[in-house]
């Protein structure tokens, strides 16, 4: 059967990913709908995950990690690098898309993903590491509770 | 089939008119002898007092000095009753008083139905988990999934006597009988036989996880839904994960070779099909029942019209076919194992019924059947053939046994003995009160 023999391989993300990538963020958007219906998705959704991605890849201001199995691209990481204007540390990388295909979750391999990308970021002068994600996320409340993260900003909304 | 509706409609009519006339199916009759009134001074006060205060120094003694060793619960929240769906608790009574009465008649055991008008997971839960004392066992009934997973899985884990969700393993343990004693007339095994499944409902969701616990190779079992061929690349992957993780699990487990598509994708070269989607007829083409294997096994257990007539996946080349209806051949029954199962879980006091004792049953149930000189319109035993409810029971206890989960333990004959002497004084039970015209006959 299908499983995960060797672990998966991490580098940065390159031009000819981004079909892929935008994939993987249009899971993302669909996972995070589950959480909310304040985060239900747009129409053109795929559209505007490709651009999105494709201007991404290219940007000095982030980093886009992905995740290799055999040489298919099966995870994605972007996280902004950010200057903070009224506290310090000042520099901030802040991860906003971080996504696993379903199979290749476990094993570490989101721990994995996450050391590699905080790696990336501490030699690039990152002082601090952030993550945005749905508050009704547990899985992701957990793993970044497990990883020494704490919550230190919220954002409530409210529909008009 | 408008002959097969006119009897259908025909049994409606006498079911609600029996129902009225005999006030319900079940009742409860004392054990013991009064020989006089002052014999409650010895079932009841000051006698009573004693044993329970016994039971107060030892909770264990309840099972020895009470009914509580043979007593089960049947809860229900009436969401999936039958091919109904949501009718409520009220309206599911009638089914569990009939699931009691298959209890009794066949296994000798005390079920005792209780419709909860509790809905929500935990509230089940809980309450389930209030009426431990009273009872040895549970059987949950009729709850929808995955409502139904949730439940059975942390009742299992958390209480001390059987906890059985008979949609789920009831389905998948007859069903394994039916898939064994098929294999072994068209010369498979477990381990090289390409299994897949039509509807991802807890039937089949249970019954793959029996599978892979009965040898079969999780990566030859294929899975389809409304949405085609179950994998990890799916899109809805991540929405199972959240609400229906069991599912979520099979995905990712299930189909090594990674096949996507559609039904007709999944068959080829497929040995067995187990099919539990949805009424048919016509509920899938049957000419992709051509795909398949030579000596296909193809079971078709949407009730009450199977998703495609036996007839026609004959025509279309399998070898076996069984359905969920008594008036075709190869019927697959869940009557046939949950009576015995119990019985056994009972009589060996285990403390669960394990996948373990599932596989035992069903293993038993098809030696059964190749014993008996199985053929191709009779791979299963059916009700009526009532010694192999012993044999099932002594094999699950003894298999209690085997996994340390029992606190009675016997030879396979003892417990088989037993088993039958109890079943049979249930039989006998009923027919001398038939014969003396307590239980009259149905008006004409």
């Given at each position: 059967?299908a499983?995960?023999?060797?672990?998966?391989?991490?580098?940065?993300?390159?031009?000819g990913?981004?079909?892929?990538?935008?994939?993987?963020v249009?899971?993302?958007?669909?996972?995070?709908?589950?959480?909310?219906?304040?985060l239900?998705?747009?129409?053109?959704?795929?559209?505007v995950?490709?651009?999105?991605?494709?201007?991404?890849?290219?940007?000095?201001?982030?980093?886009v990690?992905?995740?290799?199995?055999?040489?298919?691209?099966?995870?994605?990481?972007?996280?902004?690098?950010?200057?903070?204007?009224?506290?310090q540390?000042?520099?901030?990388?802040?991860?906003?898309?971080?996504?696993?295909?379903?199979?290749?979750?476990?094993?570490?391999?989101?721990?994995?993903?996450?050391?590699?990308?905080i790696?990336?970021?501490?030699h690039?002068g990152?002082?601090?590491?952030?993550?945005?994600?749905p508050s009704?996320?547990?899985?992701?409340?957990?793993?970044?509770a497990?990883?020494?993260?704490?919550?230190?900003t919220n954002?409530?909304?409210?529909?008009l | 089939?408008?002959?097969?509706n006119?009897?259908t409609?025909?049994?409606?009519?006498?079911?609600?008119?029996?129902?009225?006339?005999?006030?319900?199916?079940?009742?409860?009759?004392?054990?013991?002898?009064?020989r006089?009134?002052?014999?409650?001074?010895?079932?009841y006060?000051?006698?009573?007092?004693?044993v329970?205060?016994?039971?107060?120094?030892?909770?264990?003694?309840?099972?020895?000095?009470?009914?509580?060793w043979?007593?089960?619960?049947?809860?229900?929240?009436?969401?999936?009753?039958?091919?109904?769906?949501?009718v409520g608790p009220?309206?599911?009574?009638p089914v569990?008083?009939?699931k009691?009465?298959?209890f009794?008649?066949?296994?000798?055991?005390n079920?005792?139905?209780?419709?909860?008008?509790?809905?929500?997971?935990?509230?089940?839960?809980?309450t389930?988990?209030?009426?431990?004392?009273?009872?040895?066992?549970?059987?949950?009934?009729?709850?929808?999934?995955?409502?139904?997973?949730?439940?059975?899985?942390?009742?299992?884990?958390?209480?001390?006597?059987?906890?059985w969700?008979?949609?789920?393993q009831?389905t998948?343990?007859?069903?394994?009988?039916?898939l064994?004693?098929?294999?072994?007339?068209?010369?498979?095994k477990?381990?090289?036989?390409?299994?897949?499944?039509?509807?991802?409902?807890?039937?089949?969701?249970a019954?793959?996880?029996i599978?892979?616990?009965?040898?079969?190779?999780?990566g030859?079992?294929?899975?389809?839904d409304s949405?085609?061929?179950?994998n990890?690349?799916r899109?809805?992957?991540?929405?199972?994960?959240?609400?229906?993780?069991?599912?979520?699990?099979?995905?990712?487990?299930?189909?090594?070779?990674?096949?996507?598509?559609?039904?007709?994708?999944?068959?080829?070269?497929?040995?067995?099909?187990?099919?539990?989607?949805?009424?048919?007829?016509?509920r899938?083409?049957?000419?992709?029942?051509?795909?398949?294997?030579?000596?296909?096994?193809?079971?078709?257990?949407?009730?009450?019209?199977?998703?495609?007539?036996?007839?026609e996946a004959?025509?279309m080349?399998?070898?076996?076919?069984?359905?969920?209806?008594?008036?075709?051949?190869?019927?697959?029954?869940?009557?046939?194992?949950?009576?015995a199962?119990?019985?056994g879980?009972?009589d060996s006091?285990?403390s669960?019924?394990?996948?373990?004792?599932?596989?035992?049953?069903?293993?038993?149930?098809?030696?059964?059947?190749?014993?008996?000189?199985?053929?191709?319109?009779?791979?299963?035993?059916?009700?009526?053939?009532?010694?192999?409810?012993?044999?099932?029971?002594?094999?699950?206890?003894?298999?209690?046994?085997?996994?340390?989960?029992?606190?009675?333990?016997?030879?396979?004959?003892k417990?088989?003995?037993?088993?039958?002497?109890?079943i049979?004084?249930?039989?006998?039970?009923?027919?001398a009160?038939?014969?003396?015209?307590?239980i009259?006959?149905p008006?004409q």
């Amino acid at each position: 059967m299908a499983g995960v023999e060797s672990k998966l391989r991490y580098r940065d993300a390159r031009n000819g990913d981004v079909d892929t990538l935008a994939e993987l963020v249009v899971r993302l958007k669909r996972l995070n709908e589950e959480f909310d219906s304040m985060l239900t998705v747009r129409d053109d959704i795929k559209v505007v995950s490709r651009s999105y991605i494709s201007s991404a890849v290219k940007d000095k201001n982030c980093i886009v990690i992905v995740a290799e199995y055999k040489g298919k691209v099966v995870g994605l990481l972007k996280a902004d690098l950010r200057e903070r204007r009224f506290s310090q540390p000042m520099r901030e990388g802040r991860i906003i898309e971080f996504y696993i295909m379903p199979e290749y979750r476990k094993h570490g391999s989101g721990t994995e993903m996450l050391h590699h990308a905080i790696e990336k970021m501490k030699h690039m002068g990152v002082q601090m590491i952030s993550a945005e994600f749905p508050s009704q996320n547990k899985i992701s409340v957990q793993f970044y509770a497990k990883q020494g993260f704490r919550p230190i900003t919220n954002i409530h909304s409210k529909l008009l | 089939m408008p002959k097969k509706n006119e009897k259908t409609e025909e049994l409606y009519k006498l079911a609600v008119r029996y129902s009225k006339f005999y006030g319900g199916k079940i009742s409860v009759t004392p054990s013991v002898p009064v020989r006089s009134l002052d014999d409650f001074s010895i079932w009841y006060t000051p006698g009573v007092a004693a044993v329970s205060r016994a039971i107060e120094k030892k909770h264990e003694l309840s099972f020895e000095l009470t009914s509580r060793w043979n007593t089960i619960a049947i809860v229900s929240d009436g969401t999936r009753v039958l091919g109904l769906g949501n009718v409520g608790p009220e309206a599911a009574m009638p089914v569990m008083e009939g699931k009691a009465m298959i209890f009794k008649y066949l296994g000798g055991v005390n079920a005792v139905p209780l419709t909860v008008n509790v809905h929500d997971q935990q509230g089940i839960f809980n309450t389930v988990s209030a009426l431990e004392p009273a009872f040895g066992g549970f059987n949950l009934e009729d709850i929808e999934s995955p409502k139904c997973f949730y439940l059975l899985d942390n009742l299992r884990k958390s209480l001390k006597v059987p906890v059985w969700h008979d949609d789920q393993q009831g389905t998948a343990g007859a069903t394994l009988a039916g898939l064994l004693s098929s294999m072994r007339m068209t010369g498979r095994k477990p381990s090289q036989t390409k299994v897949v499944f039509l509807g991802t409902g807890a039937a089949n969701v249970a019954t793959a996880r029996i599978l892979s616990v009965a040898g079969f190779d999780i990566g030859n079992i294929v899975m389809v839904d409304s949405k085609g061929v179950l994998n990890p690349d799916r899109d809805d992957m991540d929405e199972l994960m959240l609400h229906n993780p069991w599912k979520y699990d099979l995905a990712i487990k299930t189909n090594g070779e990674r096949i996507k598509g559609s039904l007709k994708d999944a068959l080829k070269g497929a040995d067995a099909m187990v099919a539990a989607s949805g009424p048919g007829p016509n509920r899938f083409p049957k000419e992709f029942i051509k795909g398949m294997n030579k000596d296909a096994i193809v079971f078709l257990l949407a009730n009450p019209v199977p998703e495609i007539w036996p007839w026609e996946a004959k025509a279309m080349g399998a070898k076996i076919v069984a359905t969920g209806r008594s008036d075709f051949p190869n019927q697959v029954n869940n009557s046939i194992i949950f009576p015995a199962l119990f019985r056994g879980a009972l009589d060996s006091r285990a403390s669960t019924i394990t996948d373990e004792m599932i596989v035992a049953a069903s293993s038993e149930i098809a030696k059964y059947a190749y014993e008996k000189g199985s053929t191709e319109e009779h791979i299963i035993p059916t009700m009526k053939e009532w010694e192999v409810y012993p044999n099932v029971a002594a094999a699950v206890a003894r298999k209690a046994v085997e996994q340390k989960i029992a606190k009675h333990s016997m030879s396979a004959k003892k417990f088989h003995d037993n088993a039958e002497r109890i079943i049979e004084g249930s039989r006998m039970t009923l027919s001398a009160l038939i014969k003396s015209r307590l239980i009259k006959m149905p008006p004409q």
